[in-house]
Nanobody, 123 residues
Framework: QVQLVESGGGWVQTGGSLRLSCVAS??????MSWFRQAPGGEREFVAG????????AYADSVKGRFTISKDNAKNTVYLQMNNVKPEDSAVYYC??????????????????WGQGTQVTVSS
């Protein structure tokens, strides 16, 4: 059972920055991703990476603004959010999976989820 704990959410103004963190109890699941879910919306993929190697993937809506990174020594994955927009407001979830890289944008393939952290962007 992998436990994921997110932190770093909060309130930020449009154009500002925020960094989310996700600490994993272990690195047995090779892919770590961030998803988000706005009220009334579906859970959507934001960014993903693997504990080993430099592979990353991003949703088109966040490319060039968000950066996913990791610190293997701390079992921690980060999501640096820059130039945020009101439409980035959502609960952000950290998740882990062993699915093949081509399917990492699909929430149904993730085995473990964190409790979520709220991000609110004011206009």
């Amino acid at each position: 059972q992998v436990q994921l704990v997110e932190s770093g959410g909060g309130w930020v103004q449009t154009g500002g920055s925020l960094r989310l963190s996700c600490v994993a109890s272990e690195r047995s699941m090779h892919t770590m991703s961030w998803f988000r879910q706005a009220p009334g919306g579906e859970r959507e993929f934001v960014a993903g990476t693997r504990w080993s190697g430099g592979s990353t993937a991003y949703a088109d809506s966040v490319k060039g603004r968000f950066t996913i990174s990791k610190d293997n020594a701390k079992n921690t994955v980060y999501l640096q959010m820059n130039n945020v927009k009101p439409e980035d407001s959502a609960v952000y979830y950290c998740a882990s999976t062993r699915v093949v890289w081509g399917l990492i944008k699909l929430a149904e393939y993730y085995n473990y989820w964190g409790q979520g952290t709220q991000v609110t962007v004011s206009s």
